[in-house]
Structures are given as C-alpha cells and as structure tokens.
C-alpha cells in the first residue's frame, strides 16, 4: 500500500449538519483533531465546519457552533461529511457544489454511514463502488441507482472517494487513511490508543439483523472458537474446528461466516497475528520462536499474514513497540 505524500499539516475539514449523530463527528475529532505529538510525524489540522455559518442541533438536543463555514473545505485535502439527518431528503446545493469542487480539486471525499447519501447526490458515487450503513443500502441504490452499493463491507475507496458502513465503521475508515498518510506503524499506535483492532476481518454483514433468535449452532461455534483461543499455539485446522462445534466443515463454515463475518481460517490467521504482537513488543524473542509459539507453520509463512493483516512486518513492527 502505498503512502500519500502529504504538506505537513494535513488539513481536514469536518462538515455538520442539523439534525446529525454526535458519534459520527466525534470519531473523525478524535482521529485527526486530537493532538498525537507522542507519534512524532506531522499531525492532521481539523477544522469543523456547518454550511452558512450557522449552530446545528444534534441527536439529544445539544447545540453546536463551529467555527468555520463551507469555505473551509476549499483548503482541505480531506473533507469529511459524516451521517445526513434524513437519508430521504436532499443535503444543500450549495454542499453537493463544494464536495464537487473539492474532489476535482484532488481532495480526499469521505463519508460516514449514511453521509454517503451527500455523496452520490454530487454526483461522486456513479459509476463508484461505495457502501452504507446495511440497513440504508438498499435506499442507497433505489435514489441513486448509478452507484455500485456493496453492503457487506467495512469501508470502500475509489478514485479518492471513501464510504464507510454504519457508525462504527467510520473508525476502521479513519484508522484506514491514518494508515495511508502514515505508515501501518502510526495507525496501529492510534488504534491501541483508541482500543479499537487496527484492522477488523470481515464486513459488516455479521451485525444485519437475523430474522431467526440464535440457534444451538450458534452457541457451538462460539464454544469452538474460545476453544482455539486457548490453544492458538497448536495445529488446528479446519476439521478441528468444525469437529469441536460437531458440525461437517462445510456447514460450520457457513454458521461462521454468518455469525463472525468471515471464514474460520482467515479469523484464526488473524487472531494468531495479534497474539504475536505482546512477544514481538516483548523483545525476548526471535521472529522465528514468536512464529512457532502463535501456531505459524513457519516464519516465512507468519511473515506473509502478518503483512497481509497489519501491513507491515512483524521486525518493523518490532522496532516499533519494543519495551
């Protein structure tokens, strides 16, 4: 993945709207706007911002001012718009006309959860794969029937332009373009700082509703994987798992990725990544024993996944956070 070359500092410019979730706009403050000097690389500069100037209401009644107006966004290399109040209703000409001007300018465009419907009415989303909180997906292509609408993952990017799924998914979005400007390093210290995963496997899929309560099976993967937990050192395979949860292969595989989101031997993969990362930042090690101890059938084999999941190496990653 290669790294944006970046005027030191990046300004990002976060756009309120009347009628808006609180949470969204506080993801995006606490990735770009809180000070880091600790991580010793060129921060971000946020500027919060409300089309014509004005206070906005959120969800719960709180009132807030920001200092900026839309001609903030015109110095942005990254504009934000998080959740639209109505997913019905249109956002401000005015608005569609900045984030045109912005993204043909080579700013990075980037919604929230249902901000991607402030996109697609720019225009920014035809012909683009773009995502949105599940359950808005579908009015997502029956408004805007030109966009590509992939409802199952976390974040998506095209051309410049980044959606993120529900709430919560804008912070793999922002730990995603933290990742991009600065290094998997950077955004790997911010995610501990967060206490959030650095990187989530699978999509968002496994938080849609089910129309069914929870079944036996259910309980018998969670039993399985609690089991694999606790024994990430050893061989297992995917007939272990399945034996474990008394299920063929293939039906414990499709109970998995229904309840986790992904496939049982990418989850494991991932799970063995982050209990290496204590040994590594330990530093009593070699690469070669943090490979044997977490279940890796050789170094170059954890070398590969390990880059693979958290886009760096495990010996970078070591130069890192060694105590």
Request: overall charge neutral; charged content about 20%; aromatic content about 6%.
């Given at each position: 993945?290669?790294?944006?070359?970046l005027?030191?500092?990046?300004?990002v410019?976060?756009?309120?709207f009347?009628?808006?979730?609180?949470f969204?706009?506080?993801?995006?403050?606490?990735?770009?706007?809180?000070p880091?000097?600790?991580?010793?690389v060129?921060?971000?500069?946020?500027?919060?911002?409300v089309?014509?100037g004005?206070?906005?209401?959120?969800?719960?009644?709180?009132?807030?001012?920001?200092?900026?107006?839309?001609e903030a966004?015109a110095?942005?290399?990254?504009?934000i718009?998080?959740?639209?109040?109505?997913?019905?209703d249109?956002?401000?000409?005015e608005?569609?006309a900045?984030?045109?001007a912005a993204?043909a300018?080579?700013?990075?465009?980037v919604?929230?959860c249902?901000?991607?419907?402030?996109?697609?009415?720019?225009g920014?989303?035809?012909?683009?794969?773009a995502?949105?909180?599940?359950?808005?997906?579908?009015?997502?292509?029956?408004?805007?029937?030109r966009?590509?609408?992939?409802?199952d993952?976390?974040?998506?990017?095209?051309a410049?332009?980044?959606?993120?799924?529900?709430?919560?998914?804008?912070?793999?979005?922002?730990l995603?373009?933290i990742?991009?400007?600065?290094?998997?390093?950077?955004?790997?210290?911010?995610?501990?700082r967060?206490?959030?995963?650095?990187?989530?496997?699978?999509?968002?899929?496994?938080?849609?509703?089910?129309?069914?309560?929870?079944?036996p099976?259910?309980?018998?993967?969670?039993?399985s994987?609690?089991w694999a937990?606790?024994?990430?050192?050893?061989?297992?395979?995917?007939?272990?798992?399945?034996?474990r949860?008394?299920?063929s292969?293939?039906?414990?595989?499709?109970?998995?990725?229904?309840?986790?989101?992904?496939?049982?031997m990418?989850?494991?993969?991932?799970?063995?990544?982050q209990?290496?990362?204590?040994?590594?930042?330990?530093?009593?090690?070699?690469?070669?024993a943090?490979?044997g101890?977490?279940?890796?059938e050789?170094?170059?084999?954890?070398?590969?996944?390990?880059?693979?999941?958290?886009?760096?190496s495990?010996?970078?990653?070591r130069?890192?956070?060694?105590?």
């Amino acid at each position: 993945m290669p790294l944006r070359v970046l005027p030191p500092p990046h300004e990002v410019a976060l756009v309120l709207f009347d009628g808006m979730s609180p949470f969204e706009s506080a993801i995006v403050i606490e990735a770009f706007g809180l000070p880091r000097p600790e991580l010793d690389v060129p921060w971000y500069s946020l500027s919060v911002c409300v089309p014509r100037g004005e206070a906005v209401r959120t969800v719960g009644g709180l009132r807030v001012e920001a200092p900026y107006g839309l001609e903030a966004v015109a110095r942005a290399g990254t504009v934000i718009v998080p959740g639209v109040a109505d997913v019905h209703d249109d956002v401000p000409d005015e608005l569609s006309a900045v984030l045109r001007a912005a993204h043909a300018r080579g700013a990075r465009v980037v919604s929230i959860c249902s901000g991607a419907f402030a996109l697609a009415q720019a225009g920014l989303l035809d012909g683009r794969r773009a995502t949105t909180h599940w359950r808005y997906a579908g009015l997502l292509r029956e408004r805007f029937p030109r966009v590509l609408v992939d409802a199952d993952v976390l974040y998506t990017e095209d051309a410049n332009v980044f959606t993120s799924a529900g709430s919560a998914a804008g912070i793999d979005l922002c730990l995603h373009l933290i990742r991009l400007d600065h290094g998997a390093t950077v955004a790997n210290a911010v995610a501990r700082r967060l206490v959030v995963p650095a990187h989530r496997e699978g999509g968002q899929a496994q938080f849609i509703e089910a129309p069914v309560t929870a079944s036996p099976e259910d309980g018998a993967v969670a039993r399985s994987v609690e089991w694999a937990l606790q024994n990430l050192a050893s061989p297992i395979s995917l007939a272990d798992l399945a034996a474990r949860a008394a299920m063929s292969p293939r039906s414990y595989s499709r109970h998995f990725l229904r309840q986790l989101g992904t496939s049982p031997m990418r989850w494991l993969v991932a799970q063995r990544v982050q209990a290496s990362l204590p040994l590594l930042e330990a530093g009593t090690m070699s690469v070669e024993a943090v490979a044997g101890a977490t279940g890796f059938e050789s170094v170059v084999t954890f070398r590969q996944h390990f880059r693979r999941v958290l886009q760096t190496s495990p010996a970078a990653y070591r130069k890192t956070f060694a105590s």
